[in-house]
């Protein structure tokens, strides 16, 4: 989904609904514990998840529902939590951040690699695969789209030839190697 660390991390399975996932607040861990509160632009947004990772919940809460029976009363139900502890409680999204480090290590994937690289992933390969820019910020909650284009313009870049090549498309001609000019002054 592209979301914040803490936006996934308070998601409740009534966020889920005709295959999508509203997004409204988020968990954060400060010294006194854990808190859900508003997402950082206090704005709810409803993102389409890929029928991939509806298959992905499906199967996960077929899970959670055995943590559920095994602890009977004592599971936090009332929490309704997607991603949870085995008794339902709230993860600590900093012990979250952690466990992904160590397996991003693991996997020998580039120095840095984090939780948080999966958000700039998403942005980044939708955006080099054309997905337009405002549907790009929407999903990832920024405030604007500028915000966006700051952070993701590395995404964008090169793009020049293919809309040249699209502009011809649309106009109804066809661009080959030797229409092309040899040098423009």
Same mark, same amino acid.
């Given at each position: ?43 709810? %947004? @409803?993102?389409? &998840? +890929?029928?991939? *990772?509806?298959? /992905?919940?499906?199967? $996960? ?43 991003? %290590? @693991?996997?020998? &994937? +580039?120095?840095? *690699?984090?939780? /948080?690289?999966?958000? $700039? ?65």
């Amino acid at each position: 989904t592209g979301a914040r660390r803490g936006e996934v991390l308070a998601l409740r399975w009534s966020d889920v609904k005709n295959g999508y996932v509203t997004i409204e607040r988020s968990l954060s861990q400060t010294n006194q514990g854990l808190e859900f509160k508003g997402t950082k632009t206090e704005r709810p %947004r @409803r993102i389409e &998840l +890929p029928p991939s *990772a509806l298959a /992905h919940l499906e199967a $996960h809460r077929n899970r959670q529902d055995e943590f559920r029976r095994q602890y009977g009363p004592d599971y936090r139900a009332d929490l309704d939590l997607i991603f949870a502890n085995p008794d339902g409680s709230p993860l600590k999204p900093d012990s979250i951040s952690a466990s992904v480090s160590l397996l991003c %290590r @693991r996997l020998g &994937l +580039p120095k840095g *690699a984090s939780l /948080h690289t999966l958000r $700039h992933s998403h942005a980044s390969v939708l955006l080099a695969d054309g997905v337009d820019l405002a549907t790009v910020s929407a999903r990832l909650g920024h405030s604007s789209v500028r915000t966006t284009a700051d952070v993701y313009s590395h995404a964008l870049r090169g793009r020049d030839r293919e809309a040249a090549c699209k502009w011809d498309t649309l106009m109804g001609r066809t661009t080959t190697t030797e229409d092309r000019p040899k040098a423009i002054n």
